[in-house]
């Protein structure tokens, strides 16, 4: 097949069919003709993915009808439909049915290939949001959970599964916003603890002097305020899971509490002489690095060996190429039916921008980016440039990037400013850069660029 695309063209006309044909081979798409609807609709299933133009007024099955049989194998297969100036009614009514778009006779070339163009797109996405629809259906529940082929993920999976099962405490380390719950999540889920609680508590975000009512809790009368008694964190995740978000952040007055209750497995409410047993499991998370803590006191080594029976490392995303368009995808699908609107096909300036931002927010960035992405009314092939801030070289956020990839990134930005500068003019953008033709070429290829990105 071509590289934009295929295309069926259905009419009884021969010399309507050979000009179609030429344009649209030139225009490098995949063409096929026919002279019947009959023969056309026999060759079409739900698994196509091109287009379909077809000529109204034909002998035998019309247009009309050839629409109608097509939209109930596949609703969303684009129709266009080729009408004359008395069929124009017809044609609009025919649009409110599921037509895609309709072409007056005669036409000009380039009205018809922008048609076709659009629609075709529109038809790439589609399927591609079925093929990722499927992948999830088909995928087990982690790894629809946790989205990922790179390496780093997959050796995560395996972890997971391995160790899911079992009640040893885990301590996940990771940047912020690479998933650490999630990954705790899954844990639960794949534990034999799955039906019970899973109790999550962010050990950043509770105020010092309500910790240990927070994870304890109390009876009434305990202290000023306390009027009943309250159910701590660690007693709601009785036969469950708890997870420590943040861990390190602990008071250290608190970790040697949260030490006994590990190694005792018991829980006193505050206010209260009754010891209550509990059956939880840990898991804990950091985004510190847990042994420099430990070496500047703010986080107790016996602490730490306790929670430590297993140490995963969760990967940045900008450690995970292979999944940045993965999930990029996902969350994208999930923005465009959430928000009802439509998540256009990357270009290959916006892919390559993507792989070349650092992600220093993680999945929670690219999610983001992801919605704002779908939300976005700007020309799509200015979108994630304008997202990701690559404004010019000076945007680009390369903070920890080997020099080599420093060079590749400024590279890549001044040719793509350059060609947007200048709508896509090779010849201005070859006398700007004071580049070789041939030079300027390998470099665009190099980094995914096309000219066609920057045409109005």
């Not at 993680?362 to 690559?390: C, D, F, G, M």
């Amino acid at each position: 097949m071509s590289g934009n695309g295929l295309v069926y063209v259905v009419d009884d006309e021969e010399s309507m069919r050979i000009a179609i044909s030429q344009w649209f081979t030139l225009a490098e798409y995949s063409v096929e003709t026919f002279s019947s609807a009959q023969v056309a609709l026999n060759a079409i299933n739900a698994e196509f993915d091109g287009i379909l133009v077809t000529d109204i007024r034909m002998p035998g099955m019309d247009g009309l009808e050839l629409m109608e049989k097509t939209l109930a194998i596949d609703s969303e297969i684009p129709v266009v439909l080729l009408t004359a100036h008395g069929d124009i009614p017809m044609a609009v009514t025919a649009m409110k049915e599921g037509a895609y778009d309709f072409i007056e006779k005669p036409f000009e070339p380039e009205i018809l290939l922008e048609t076709i163009r659009r629609a075709g797109e529109k038809r790439r996405l589609i399927l591609e949001n079925r093929q990722l629809r499927k992948k999830l259906e088909e995928s087990t529940e982690l790894e629809s959970k946790l989205l990922g082929n790179s390496d780093g993920i997959q050796f995560l999976h395996q972890e997971i599964r391995d160790l899911a099962p079992t009640d040893a405490s885990v301590l996940l380390v990771g940047d912020t916003g690479s998933g650490k719950e999630i990954v705790a999540r899954c844990f639960h889920e794949l534990s034999e603890r799955h039906d019970k609680e899973f109790v999550a508590i962010n050990c950043g975000a509770i105020p010092e002097g309500l910790f240990e009512s927070e994870l304890f809790g109390h009876e009434a009368g305990a202290f000023t305020g306390a009027r009943g008694r309250r159910i701590g964190k660690f007693e709601l995740a009785n036969g469950g899971t708890i997870f420590l978000d943040e861990v390190s952040s602990m008071p250290l007055a608190l970790q040697v509490k949260v030490l006994r209750v590990l190694q005792e497995r018991e829980i006193e409410r505050l206010g209260g002489n009754n010891r209550i047993a509990v059956d939880l499991r840990i898991i804990s998370a950091t985004n510190a690095d847990p042994r420099e803590a430990c070496d500047n006191g703010t986080f107790r080594e016996d602490l730490y060996y306790r929670l430590n029976v297993a140490e995963i490392r969760i990967p940045p995303l900008r450690d995970r190429g292979s999944d940045i368009l993965l999930l990029f995808d996902y969350y994208a699908l999930r923005a465009a039916e959430r928000y009802k609107r439509e998540a256009p096909p990357l270009t290959g300036g916006a892919i390559t921008a993507l792989m070349a931002h650092p992600w220093p927010g993680n999945v929670r960035e690219l999610k983001n980016i992801a919605e704002r992405y779908v939300l976005s009314s700007q020309p799509v092939h200015e979108r994630i440039v304008t997202i990701l801030q690559y404004v010019d070289a000076a945007d680009l956020h390369i903070q920890g990037r080997s020099l080599g990839e420093q060079a590749m990134n400024f590279e890549r930005c001044v040719i793509d400013q350059a060609l947007r500068r200048h709508k896509g003019s090779i010849a201005n953008v070859l006398q700007e850069l004071d580049l070789p033709r041939r030079t300027l070429n390998q470099k665009m290829k190099n980094h995914g660029i096309t000219r066609k990105e920057f045409l109005d």
